[in-house]
């Protein structure tokens, strides 16, 4: 069964360092989407990423995140300057096409800032 | 803005009892709610979903209830098993680009 890998599984950082987090969304899949769960919480929107550029972005989303496409299969996420408060387990997800509720995530990468 | 939230943190549940997570949410221009389950140290998995306009979809040994008029969402496991033991959470979702909007999150804890 086709499955979205993300790696590093677990990355642990200094503050201040830049951090890119990879994953590898489902082949046929057009939508991609990073999550990202700080401990014991809710699920957090970051952002939505389709036909290679950014749709949608929440709050959290600001100038130290960034998101590429760079090689047609690999999604990357680069946080430039990693703060305390990054520290939280980050999904990609993907999806084939809108309107079903079924997005794809993978297992997580789990950041541990310092 | 958009909100979806769980009643209860934490349902425990006798192995073959059926189990019912609630979720309410606010804001009524969502197109699909889902549930979604997270084991320990996973992603989410999609489990079931359904359209804004049905109210009641079902699926293998699950069923989802959508109540309009009070916005209001319920997940109903019927036979829970062990390995039905996780968090489960509700999310909302309107068109376009898919973003979803999570609830808390309940656990569901299975005991034999």
């Known amino acids: 069964e086709p499955e979205v890998t993300q790696t590093p599984s677990h990355q642990v950082t200094q503050m201040g360092q830049e951090v890119i987090l990879r994953c590898v969304p489902i082949?046929?899949?057009?939508?991609f989407y990073w999550y990202r769960q700080i401990l014991g919480q809710k699920v957090e929107f970051l952002v939505s990423?389709?036909?290679?550029?950014?749709?949608?972005k929440s709050e959290i989303f600001d100038d130290q995140f960034s998101v590429e496409r760079p090689d047609g299969s690999n999604f990357t996420l680069k946080i430039r300057s990693t703060k305390l408060e990054d520290s939280a387990m980050y999904f990609c997800?993907?999806?084939?096409?809108?309107?079903?509720?079924?997005?794809?995530f993978g297992e997580g990468s789990r950041l541990t800032v310092l | 803005g958009e909100s979806v939230g769980l009643h209860l943190p934490t349902l425990s549940v006798q192995e073959g009892d059926n189990s019912i997570i609630n979720c309410a949410y606010s804001?009524?221009?969502?197109?699909?709610f889902i549930w979604y389950k997270q084991e320990s140290g996973k992603g989410p998995q999609f489990i079931i979903d359904?359209?804004?306009?049905?109210d009641k979809r079902q699926g293998q040994r699950v069923t989802v209830l959508l109540n309009k008029t009070v916005k209001h969402l319920s997940l109903q496991i019927a036979a829970t098993q062990p390995g039905d033991s996780a968090v489960y959470f509700c999310?909302?979702?309107?068109?376009?680009?898919?973003?979803?909007?999570f609830g808390a999150g309940t656990r569901l804890a299975v005991h034999p």
């Open positions: 997800a993907s999806f084939y096409r809108p309107n079903t509720g079924e997005l794809f």
């Open positions: 082949s046929n899949h057009l939508y």
């Open positions: 990423f389709y036909n290679n550029e950014i749709s949608e």
């Open positions: 804001n009524s221009a969502s197109d699909y």
């Open positions: 359904i359209r804004s306009n049905m």
């Open positions: 999310a909302g979702i309107r068109g376009g680009y898919n973003k979803l909007i």
